[in-house]
């Protein structure tokens, strides 16, 4: 079965500083997508970074960016600059071929505290 | 710019009750998504649609129907309700399959007395 694993159930950072959310995941595909979805205290999910594995360049997204190591199926998230509004459970995901269609595989999460 | 909506945003029910949860989206996306959140457990995928008129189960399927209205509307049903169907319950859509970005719904704190 396809996995992806968050080995960190909660991190913390200082505000201001930079923090690293890990990532490992499974797939046996040559092609595929990863994710990482931010969920802040009101519940919603939000998209952060979207990485395309047959792009060699790490995905960035202004204070967010991603150390993609496809060999180690390595996928983590670095957040510089850390600031309160950061706070939230951070999920990592990545794509798995089931048949003619495709779904997200989602890691528990990390719960990231910033602290001021 | 409503993006998906979910209604009702809480609900409380007894064992065997039924209810149908209601997804819409105005995004004109092809594929929706409904998943559940438990603590420690995160998001499992209970159905899928890819498209208008198809609907697929996803990992834990057991207890719940789904109906894929039109493109706009996806609906969760729970025939029979029960206390291990407690949870937080989310809508998604994507523009045209899971590789493509998801956009969530607020949720659906359902509780099962």
């Known amino acids: 079965a396809q996995t992806v694993t968050q080995s960190q159930p909660e991190m913390s950072v200082q505000e201001a500083e930079t923090v690293t959310l890990s990532c490992t995941y499974d797939?046996?595909?040559?092609?595929?997508?990863l994710f990482w979805y931010k969920q802040p205290p009101s519940r919603q999910m939000i998209l952060v970074i979207r990485?395309?594995?047959?792009k060699q360049q790490n995905a960035t997204e202004n204070r967010f960016s991603v150390n993609f190591q496809k060999a180690a199926k390595s996928f983590s998230l670095k957040i510089s600059d850390s600031q309160l509004g950061d706070a939230a459970m951070y999920f990592c995901a990545s794509i798995h071929n089931a048949g003619n269609n495709r779904k997200l595989i989602w890691g528990l999460g990390t719960s990231l505290a910033v602290n001021p | 710019n409503a993006g998906v909506t979910q209604t009702p945003k809480f609900q409380v029910l007894k064992t065997g009750q039924s209810m149908t949860l209601q997804c819409a989206q105005d995004?004109?996306?092809?594929?929706m998504y409904w998943y559940r959140q438990d603590p420690g457990m995160g998001l499992r995928l209970i159905y899928y649609?890819?498209?208008?008129?198809?609907?697929d189960k996803g990992e834990v399927p057991n207890g719940y129907n789904v109906s894929r209205l039109n493109k706009r509307e996806f609906s969760l049903r729970l025939e029979s309700a029960a206390p291990s169907q407690t949870s937080v319950y989310f809508c998604?859509?994507?523009?045209?399959?899971?590789?493509?970005?998801?956009?969530f719904g607020d949720g659906t704190r359902l509780s099962i007395l």
């Open positions: 990485q395309e594995a047959y």
């Open positions: 995004m004109n996306h092809n594929s």
């Open positions: 998604a859509s994507s523009e045209v399959g899971a590789s493509d970005p998801q956009h």
């Open positions: 797939t046996s595909e040559s092609d595929y997508y």
């Open positions: 649609s890819a498209s208008e008129g198809t609907t």
